[in-house]
RNA sequence: UGGGGCGUAGCCAAGUGGCCUAAGGCACCGGUUUUUGGUACCGGCAUUCGGAGGUUCGAAUCCUCCCGCCCCAGCCA
């Protein structure tokens, strides 16, 4: 059930699926390159979400297809933000998604030395050159959208002045923030990128790469394409708020003694319905406490889809329906579970758990006995095979599988009526036990031996099928349920703030849920359906006392839109 | 008001002048099967491509104008 057969099929038929996949193939087709190299170049200043999925989809997927190889490259090039901890936490999250950088890993910072001495380049050729004004004094010369910016009284300083100064900031004769390396370019140009955008920043932190070794970095526009350049990327694939940097890119890719000649295509980056996906705000949901962490299963970070159950092969099946385009859009969250769904239905083991438990007696079954039951671990996959499942006098069934009154189309269990106990028997409930506040507390039914398995040799039907476990083999634990993490498509769309519009029900936690023995032994990371609910993936907290269930997604449930169109 | 982009169904998205009275998927609505009210299967769902003109025998695809939306004024990426 993986989705590699449906990539080099592809790949086979050689069918370009995006724009980009059609420049990569013109240019395979015009012999432009000798090889495709495709890069996926995450700043390690926090964890990967869903849409570095889709871009490392891209990267990888096509450089697969077309031959080629991608990158795994770090863009560290601001110490202040960046850290260790993400630099391992991304190389997890990309070995998850199923991606293999080989011994192709690398880190701007690598080139720090050879990024210095092109800076050098550029200013020997008089095409740089080195600011004293403040960042404040920079941002009023710059002009605005609409003005031209003025020339810094700096500009026109001599080459031997500005190799002067600029040793010196890497020498750390200067102040942070004291004086910038600037490519000179054009201060009235209507891209505000080419108005002599900043090369180099003076700045004392310690780089988790380099160390203390530098006092000044490269911003991320002097390094990025040089970087591509010297990894041979052919095709630098990024979002598209990045388009008006590409004279920039090539600018600097002209100006340069580069060995390749690179060219960057921007393509939209991914929204989706009722989460955030900026780094920005999501940290803030982490920091602030919103959340338990990066991974929490209900964030739309990679290691939070994880931890929620979502497997790898779906987020890479949803990455290939959404498609590559330069529109600005918002995927509905319900693709995404459609995509779970769809994987998990062929592969998730099937196993029988109570959530919200109420005791069923079986009257007519012999007290203190018990026995063994035959049910189908996936009717998807016959090779899955078969299980026992204990059965006894005493069961759990669902509270919600039981109406005293019920409506029109209530098919379950109601005083009177026979249901099926899936792969046990049919049973009929005779009585209803209460409490002094009326609420149900016990069923006491009657079950036809006949129908062991669950079929009547006289053919009766039955219309509902119930899940069951048997309360003397019963596992006790926790279940957590998750919903959305915001209640609007767009969240903070309407007030700017998308704390107004957080889902304050997103997690429901069940403390007394019951499961089939089985359970108990569920691999930490494991997804299985419970039947006739969901799919539940094994967290990480559970012990081997009581196991911790994270609801993955639930089934479809036309019986809950039945109710509701109800009423 | 400068520069750069984008506009095909509720959502995503094919389409590159005639086979388009516009693929496919999601969602939604019907129905069949069913020991999961799951799955699977069948059917429905844009005479119209942001709008208006024009070119053409013929336009979603070419031209003109207009409208709407997104991005850019970090020594972030």
């Not at 997927?61 to 901890?85: I, M, S, V, W, Y």
Request: aromatic letters at 8%; one cysteine or more.
């Amino acid at each position: 059930m993986t989705k590699a057969p449906e990539t080099s099929a592809a790949a086979i038929e050689n069918k370009p699926r995006d724009f980009i996949r059609e420049i990569i193939a013109d240019d395979v087709a015009s012999g432009r390159h000798d090889e495709i190299v495709t890069r996926f170049p995450p700043e390690p200043n926090g964890y990967l979400h869903i849409g570095h999925g889709k871009s490392m989809c891209l990267n990888f997927g096509a450089a697969a297809e077309f031959q080629g190889r991608c990158h795994l490259r770090f863009d560290d090039t601001n110490p202040t933000k960046e850290e260790q901890e993400f630099i391992n936490a991304i190389e997890a999250d990309v070995r998850w998604l199923g991606f293999n950088w080989g011994k192709h890993r690398y880190f701007a910072s690598d080139n720090f030395e050879q990024l210095y001495a092109w800076a050098e380049h550029l200013i020997i050729e008089a095409k740089a050159y080195v600011d004293d004004l403040s960042a404040d004094q920079i941002r009023v010369y710059r002009g605005t959208l609409t003005e031209p910016g003025k020339d810094s009284p700096h500009r026109n300083r001599s080459v031997d002045e500005n190799l002067d100064l600029f040793r010196r900031m890497r020498a750390g004769k200067f102040e942070d923030g004291a004086r910038v390396l600037r490519a000179k370019i054009d201060m009235a140009s209507g891209n505000i990128n080419l108005r002599d955008p900043v090369l180099y920043r003076i700045m004392r932190a310690h780089h988790p790469r380099t160390g203390d070794a530098w006092c000044i970095y490269p911003t991320y526009d002097y390094a990025h394409g040089q970087s591509d350049a010297i990894e041979g990327v052919t095709h630098s694939l990024c979002t598209l708020e990045f388009e008006d940097h590409r004279p920039l890119y090539d600018w600097l890719i002209e100006n340069l003694p580069t060995p390749s000649r690179p060219r960057q295509y921007e393509f939209s980056r991914l929204n989706l319905s009722y989460t955030v996906l900026s780094k920005r705000r999501l940290t803030q949901l982490v920091k602030d406490g919103h959340v338990s962490g990066w991974d929490d299963p209900r964030m739309p970070t990679l290691a939070g889809l994880r931890r929620r159950g979502l497997p790898a092969a779906a987020l890479r099946d949803f990455a290939s329906r959404i498609g590559v385009t330069k529109n600005d859009s918002v995927v509905d969250m319900a693709l995404l579970d459609h995509c779970v769904r769809d994987n998990l239905n062929k592969l998730a083991p099937r196993r029988m758990a109570v959530l919200d438990p109420l005791k069923v007696v079986i009257e007519n079954y012999p007290e203190g006995e018990s026995e063994e039951l035959e049910a189908v671990n996936n009717p998807e996959c016959d090779a899955d095979g078969t299980r026992m499942v204990p059965f006894g006098r005493e069961l759990w069934i669902e509270r919600a599988d039981f109406m005293e009154e019920p409506p029109k189309k209530f098919f379950r269990l109601t005083p009177g009526r026979e249901v099926r106990l899936r792969y046990a028997y049919y049973v009929t409930c005779i009585d209803v036990i209460k409490d002094a506040r009326g609420n149900v507390t016990e069923l006491r039914c009657n079950y036809d031996p006949a129908t062991k398995g669950g079929n009547s040799p006289d053919g009766r039907k039955v219309k509902g099928t119930l899940h069951w476990v048997s309360a003397a083999h019963a596992v006790g634990a926790e279940v957590r349920l998750y919903e959305n993490l915001f209640t609007a498509e767009m969240p903070g769309a309407e007030s700017g703030d998308m704390l107004d519009d957080i889902n304050s029900c997103s997690l429901d936690v069940l403390a007394n849920c019951q499961l089939e023995p089985a359970l108990g032994k569920t691999a930490i990371g494991e997804t299985v359906q419970f039947e006739r609910q969901g799919y539940f993936a094994a967290d990480p907290d559970s012990t081997p006392e009581r196991p911790v269930f994270n609801r993955t997604i639930g089934l479809r449930d036309t019986w809950a839109k039945v109710q509701k169109k109800g009423g």
